[in-house]
Protein backbone atom coordinates (compact mmCIF):
# COMPACT_ATOMS: atom_id res chain seq x y z
CA UNK A 1 0.00 0.00 0.00
CA UNK A 2 1.14 3.53 -1.09
CA UNK A 3 2.36 5.93 1.91
CA UNK A 4 1.07 8.98 2.43
CA UNK A 5 4.43 10.77 0.72
CA UNK A 6 4.22 8.19 -2.00
CA UNK A 7 0.37 9.53 -2.89
CA UNK A 8 0.94 12.71 -2.48
CA UNK A 9 4.24 12.30 -5.11
CA UNK A 10 1.80 10.46 -7.50
CA UNK A 11 -0.76 13.05 -7.38
CA UNK A 12 1.41 15.93 -8.06
CA UNK A 13 2.61 13.92 -11.08
CA UNK A 14 -0.21 13.67 -12.95
CA UNK A 15 -1.37 17.08 -11.79
CA UNK A 16 1.93 17.97 -13.52
CA UNK A 17 1.51 15.92 -16.42
CA UNK A 18 -1.99 17.39 -16.79
CA UNK A 19 -0.88 20.77 -16.38
CA UNK A 20 1.25 20.33 -19.58
CA UNK A 21 -0.86 18.48 -21.73
CA UNK A 22 -3.36 22.01 -20.86
CA UNK A 23 0.02 24.09 -21.63
CA UNK A 24 0.36 22.25 -24.88
CA UNK A 25 -3.24 22.38 -26.12
CA UNK A 26 -3.22 26.19 -25.51
CA UNK A 27 0.19 26.52 -27.27
CA UNK A 28 -1.61 24.49 -30.41
CA UNK A 29 -4.80 26.77 -30.05
CA UNK A 30 -2.35 30.03 -30.08
CA UNK A 31 -0.44 29.30 -33.01
CA UNK A 32 -3.33 27.27 -34.65
CA UNK A 33 -3.05 28.20 -38.87
CA UNK A 34 -5.72 29.20 -41.27
CA UNK A 35 -4.95 26.86 -44.62
CA UNK A 36 -1.87 28.26 -46.23
CA UNK A 37 -4.08 29.51 -49.38
CA UNK A 38 -6.44 31.32 -47.23
CA UNK A 39 -3.53 33.65 -45.79
CA UNK A 40 -2.27 33.82 -49.33
CA UNK A 41 -5.66 35.09 -50.57
CA UNK A 42 -5.59 37.68 -47.17
CA UNK A 43 -1.90 38.57 -48.65
CA UNK A 44 -2.84 39.10 -52.05
CA UNK A 45 -5.96 41.51 -51.44
CA UNK A 46 -3.05 43.74 -49.10
CA UNK A 47 -0.82 43.92 -51.78
CA UNK A 48 -3.62 44.27 -54.42
CA UNK A 49 -5.25 47.30 -52.83
CA UNK A 50 -2.98 49.19 -51.33
CA UNK A 51 -2.90 47.89 -48.24
CA UNK A 52 -0.05 49.86 -46.64
CA UNK A 53 -2.58 53.03 -47.05
CA UNK A 54 -5.51 51.33 -45.72
CA UNK A 55 -7.20 53.08 -43.17
CA UNK A 56 -7.30 50.37 -40.25
CA UNK A 57 -5.07 47.64 -40.89
CA UNK A 58 -4.01 46.32 -37.29
CA UNK A 59 -2.01 42.96 -36.86
CA UNK A 60 -1.75 42.27 -41.21
CA UNK A 61 1.98 43.16 -40.60
CA UNK A 62 4.61 42.66 -37.68
CA UNK A 63 6.13 45.12 -35.54
CA UNK A 64 8.62 46.17 -37.31
CA UNK A 65 6.44 46.74 -41.02
CA UNK A 66 8.61 44.25 -42.79
CA UNK A 67 6.72 41.56 -43.12
CA UNK A 68 3.07 40.11 -42.79
CA UNK A 69 2.46 38.81 -39.40
CA UNK A 70 3.28 35.06 -38.56
CA UNK A 71 1.24 32.41 -39.60
CA UNK A 72 -1.85 31.41 -36.86
CA UNK A 73 -2.04 35.12 -36.20
CA UNK A 74 -4.32 35.66 -39.19
CA UNK A 75 -7.36 35.55 -37.18
CA UNK A 76 -6.28 38.61 -34.98
CA UNK A 77 -5.90 40.98 -38.40
CA UNK A 78 -8.05 43.93 -38.71
CA UNK A 79 -11.75 42.69 -40.39
CA UNK A 80 -10.85 38.81 -40.69
CA UNK A 81 -13.09 36.93 -38.36
CA UNK A 82 -12.48 32.96 -37.91
CA UNK A 83 -14.13 29.99 -37.17
CA UNK A 84 -14.21 29.25 -33.47
CA UNK A 85 -11.46 27.01 -33.83
CA UNK A 86 -9.16 29.69 -35.52
CA UNK A 87 -8.95 26.82 -38.22
CA UNK A 88 -11.13 28.82 -41.32
CA UNK A 89 -11.99 32.63 -42.59
CA UNK A 90 -15.23 33.06 -42.23
CA UNK A 91 -16.13 37.24 -42.32
CA UNK A 92 -13.90 39.56 -44.13
CA UNK A 93 -14.84 43.20 -43.27
CA UNK A 94 -12.99 45.94 -44.66
CA UNK A 95 -15.92 48.39 -45.09
CA UNK A 96 -14.69 51.99 -45.81
CA UNK A 97 -11.36 51.29 -45.13
CA UNK A 98 -9.66 52.78 -48.36
CA UNK A 99 -8.70 49.85 -50.68
CA UNK A 100 -7.68 50.51 -53.49
CA UNK A 101 -7.03 48.70 -56.62
CA UNK A 102 -8.86 45.41 -57.89
CA UNK A 103 -10.29 42.26 -56.94
CA UNK A 104 -7.89 39.42 -56.84
CA UNK A 105 -9.02 35.83 -57.91
CA UNK A 106 -7.27 33.95 -54.98
CA UNK A 107 -10.21 35.45 -52.97
CA UNK A 108 -12.25 32.59 -54.08
CA UNK A 109 -9.62 30.50 -51.85
CA UNK A 110 -11.60 31.12 -48.89
CA UNK A 111 -14.39 28.59 -49.54
CA UNK A 112 -15.88 28.99 -46.52
CA UNK A 113 -16.68 32.61 -46.23
CA UNK A 114 -19.73 33.49 -45.17
CA UNK A 115 -19.50 37.53 -45.07
CA UNK A 116 -17.62 39.39 -48.08
CA UNK A 117 -17.56 43.33 -46.82
CA UNK A 118 -15.66 45.57 -48.97
CA UNK A 119 -18.34 48.33 -49.74
CA UNK A 120 -17.79 51.90 -49.64
CA UNK A 121 -13.74 51.77 -50.76
CA UNK A 122 -12.31 52.93 -54.29
CA UNK A 123 -12.43 48.87 -55.86
CA UNK A 124 -12.16 49.20 -59.69
CA UNK A 125 -12.11 46.45 -62.82
CA UNK A 126 -13.79 43.22 -63.24
CA UNK A 127 -15.14 41.21 -60.70
CA UNK A 128 -13.16 37.72 -60.87
CA UNK A 129 -15.01 34.48 -62.20
CA UNK A 130 -13.27 32.84 -58.52
CA UNK A 131 -15.33 34.65 -56.71
CA UNK A 132 -17.88 32.17 -57.84
CA UNK A 133 -16.06 29.31 -55.44
CA UNK A 134 -17.21 30.79 -52.35
CA UNK A 135 -19.79 28.38 -52.04
CA UNK A 136 -20.75 28.84 -48.47
CA UNK A 137 -21.25 32.79 -49.03
CA UNK A 138 -24.66 34.35 -47.46
CA UNK A 139 -23.93 38.07 -47.51
CA UNK A 140 -21.96 39.93 -50.25
CA UNK A 141 -21.32 43.65 -49.97
CA UNK A 142 -19.45 45.19 -52.97
CA UNK A 143 -21.57 48.62 -52.98
CA UNK A 144 -19.86 52.08 -53.78
CA UNK A 145 -16.89 51.17 -55.69
CA UNK A 146 -15.56 51.85 -59.21
CA UNK A 147 -16.15 47.82 -60.50
CA UNK A 148 -16.94 47.65 -63.78
CA UNK A 149 -17.38 44.90 -66.78
CA UNK A 150 -19.45 42.63 -67.13
CA UNK A 151 -20.56 40.23 -64.01
CA UNK A 152 -18.88 36.98 -64.39
CA UNK A 153 -22.07 33.85 -64.29
CA UNK A 154 -20.24 31.88 -61.87
CA UNK A 155 -22.08 34.10 -59.35
CA UNK A 156 -24.93 32.35 -60.30
CA UNK A 157 -23.34 29.44 -57.67
CA UNK A 158 -23.56 31.42 -54.73
CA UNK A 159 -27.02 29.73 -54.21
CA UNK A 160 -26.41 30.22 -49.60
CA UNK A 161 -27.17 33.83 -50.41
CA UNK A 162 -29.54 35.40 -48.09
CA UNK A 163 -32.16 36.99 -50.19
CA UNK A 164 -32.22 41.11 -49.82
CA UNK A 165 -28.49 40.77 -48.19
CA UNK A 166 -26.33 41.46 -50.21
CA UNK A 167 -25.34 44.80 -51.95
CA UNK A 168 -23.33 45.51 -55.26
CA UNK A 169 -25.23 49.03 -56.81
CA UNK A 170 -23.11 52.22 -57.17
CA UNK A 171 -20.75 50.66 -59.75
CA UNK A 172 -20.28 50.44 -63.64
CA UNK A 173 -21.63 46.67 -63.85
CA UNK A 174 -23.70 44.81 -65.96
CA UNK A 175 -24.72 41.25 -67.30
CA UNK A 176 -26.61 40.48 -70.36
CA UNK A 177 -27.79 36.54 -68.77
CA UNK A 178 -31.11 37.29 -67.85
CA UNK A 179 -31.01 34.11 -65.86
CA UNK A 180 -27.97 35.91 -63.55
CA UNK A 181 -29.26 39.04 -63.50
CA UNK A 182 -32.87 37.59 -61.96
CA UNK A 183 -30.71 35.57 -59.23
CA UNK A 184 -28.68 38.63 -58.25
CA UNK A 185 -31.93 41.07 -57.96
CA UNK A 186 -33.35 38.32 -55.40
CA UNK A 187 -30.01 38.42 -53.32
CA UNK A 188 -29.57 42.83 -54.01
CA UNK A 189 -30.94 44.53 -51.12
CA UNK A 190 -34.24 46.60 -52.22
CA UNK A 191 -34.47 44.49 -55.58
CA UNK A 192 -32.75 45.73 -58.10
CA UNK A 193 -28.90 46.02 -58.68
CA UNK A 194 -28.99 47.61 -61.92
CA UNK A 195 -30.42 50.81 -61.79
CA UNK A 196 -27.53 52.33 -60.00
CA UNK A 197 -24.77 50.85 -62.37
CA UNK A 198 -22.69 53.80 -64.58
CA UNK A 199 -23.25 51.34 -67.45
CA UNK A 200 -22.31 52.46 -71.06
CA UNK A 201 -25.26 53.65 -73.82
CA UNK A 202 -26.34 51.30 -76.38
CA UNK A 203 -27.03 52.24 -79.98
CA UNK A 204 -24.28 54.67 -80.07
CA UNK A 205 -24.15 56.01 -84.27
CA UNK A 206 -22.09 58.40 -86.01
CA UNK A 207 -24.45 60.75 -87.70
CA UNK A 208 -23.53 64.23 -90.12
CA UNK A 209 -20.31 65.56 -90.33
CA UNK A 210 -17.92 68.31 -91.66
CA UNK A 211 -14.55 68.73 -92.44
CA UNK A 212 -13.41 68.68 -88.60
CA UNK A 213 -16.53 67.41 -86.65
CA UNK A 214 -18.51 64.14 -86.47
CA UNK A 215 -22.21 64.28 -84.92
CA UNK A 216 -22.81 61.30 -82.17
CA UNK A 217 -25.71 60.24 -80.96
CA UNK A 218 -26.59 56.92 -78.80
CA UNK A 219 -29.91 55.89 -76.14
CA UNK A 220 -29.16 56.98 -72.65
CA UNK A 221 -28.76 54.91 -69.35
CA UNK A 222 -31.45 54.02 -67.16
CA UNK A 223 -29.38 55.63 -64.23
CA UNK A 224 -30.17 59.25 -65.10
CA UNK A 225 -30.99 60.53 -61.08
CA UNK A 226 -27.20 61.81 -60.17
CA UNK A 227 -25.10 63.74 -61.92
CA UNK A 228 -22.44 63.30 -64.70
CA UNK A 229 -22.57 63.02 -68.80
CA UNK A 230 -21.41 61.13 -71.51
CA UNK A 231 -17.67 61.47 -72.88
CA UNK A 232 -17.08 60.87 -76.27
CA UNK A 233 -13.57 59.62 -77.65
CA UNK A 234 -12.00 59.04 -81.16
CA UNK A 235 -9.27 57.86 -82.92
CA UNK A 236 -7.61 57.41 -86.11
CA UNK A 237 -6.73 53.79 -85.18
CA UNK A 238 -9.70 50.97 -84.46
CA UNK A 239 -9.51 50.02 -80.72
CA UNK A 240 -7.29 53.20 -79.80
CA UNK A 241 -6.12 54.63 -78.38
CA UNK A 242 -8.37 56.81 -78.11
CA UNK A 243 -8.13 60.62 -76.94
CA UNK A 244 -11.37 62.35 -74.79
CA UNK A 245 -13.19 65.25 -76.47
CA UNK A 246 -15.93 66.63 -74.74
CA UNK A 247 -18.29 65.74 -72.34
CA UNK A 248 -22.35 66.03 -72.29
CA UNK A 249 -24.07 67.97 -69.60
CA UNK A 250 -26.34 65.23 -67.83
CA UNK A 251 -26.88 61.67 -68.20
CA UNK A 252 -30.00 62.55 -69.94
CA UNK A 253 -28.31 63.62 -72.98
CA UNK A 254 -28.59 61.28 -76.48
CA UNK A 255 -25.88 63.45 -78.37
CA UNK A 256 -22.35 65.44 -78.76
CA UNK A 257 -20.63 66.66 -81.28
CA UNK A 258 -16.95 66.10 -81.46
CA UNK A 259 -14.79 69.03 -82.82
CA UNK A 260 -11.27 69.58 -84.33
CA UNK A 261 -11.37 66.94 -86.37
CA UNK A 262 -8.67 66.79 -89.42
CA UNK A 263 -10.55 66.35 -92.75
CA UNK A 264 -10.56 63.87 -95.11
CA UNK A 265 -10.10 61.21 -92.20
CA UNK A 266 -11.39 58.29 -91.24
CA UNK A 267 -12.52 58.33 -87.53
CA UNK A 268 -13.60 55.49 -84.51
CA UNK A 269 -15.94 56.80 -81.79
CA UNK A 270 -16.65 55.39 -78.16
CA UNK A 271 -18.66 56.60 -75.84
CA UNK A 272 -18.58 56.17 -71.46
CA UNK A 273 -20.99 57.54 -69.28
CA UNK A 274 -19.61 59.29 -66.21
CA UNK A 275 -21.23 59.32 -62.85
CA UNK A 276 -19.93 62.16 -60.57
CA UNK A 277 -19.42 61.61 -56.75
CA UNK A 278 -22.52 61.03 -54.43
CA UNK A 279 -24.02 60.81 -50.98
CA UNK A 280 -24.27 57.19 -51.79
CA UNK A 281 -20.63 56.92 -53.75
CA UNK A 282 -18.20 59.07 -53.12
CA UNK A 283 -15.80 58.08 -56.36
CA UNK A 284 -16.36 59.33 -59.69
CA UNK A 285 -17.64 56.28 -61.75
CA UNK A 286 -16.97 55.65 -65.50
CA UNK A 287 -18.09 52.92 -67.68
CA UNK A 288 -16.82 50.51 -69.46
CA UNK A 289 -16.59 51.93 -73.33
CA UNK A 290 -19.54 51.77 -75.97
CA UNK A 291 -19.15 49.83 -78.76
CA UNK A 292 -17.24 51.56 -81.34
CA UNK A 293 -18.30 53.12 -84.45
CA UNK A 294 -16.31 54.74 -87.35
CA UNK A 295 -17.39 57.84 -89.62
CA UNK A 296 -14.45 59.88 -92.13
CA UNK A 297 -14.84 63.56 -92.12
CA UNK A 298 -15.38 65.64 -95.36
CA UNK A 299 -13.08 67.11 -97.34
CA UNK A 300 -12.40 71.18 -97.63
CA UNK A 301 -13.82 72.52 -100.55
CA UNK A 302 -11.80 75.06 -102.14
CA UNK A 303 -13.81 78.12 -102.62
CA UNK A 304 -15.32 79.36 -106.10
CA UNK A 305 -13.46 82.05 -108.05
CA UNK A 306 -15.82 83.54 -110.31
CA UNK A 307 -15.30 86.77 -112.07
Known sequence: MATWPQRTRQFLSMMGIAAALSLSALVREATAAIPAGERQALIDLYNATGGASWTTSTNWRNAGNTDFNDPGTECT?????CDGTGATVQQLNLYADHLAGGLTASLGSLTNLQSLQLGNNQLAGPIP?????????TRLYLFANMLSGALPTSLESLTQLIAGQSDIRYNALYSTDA???SFLNGAQQGGNWQSTQTIAPTGVAAGSTTSTSVALSWTPIAYTG???????YYSTISGGPYTSDGITANKSASSIVVNGLIPSTP???VVRTVTNPTTAN????TSDPSAEVQATTVSCTAPTITG
Open 267 to 269: YYF
Open 179 to 181: TLT
Open 226 to 232: DTGGYRA
Open 129 to 137: TALGSLANL
Open 77 to 81: WYGVT
Open 282 to 285: QNTV
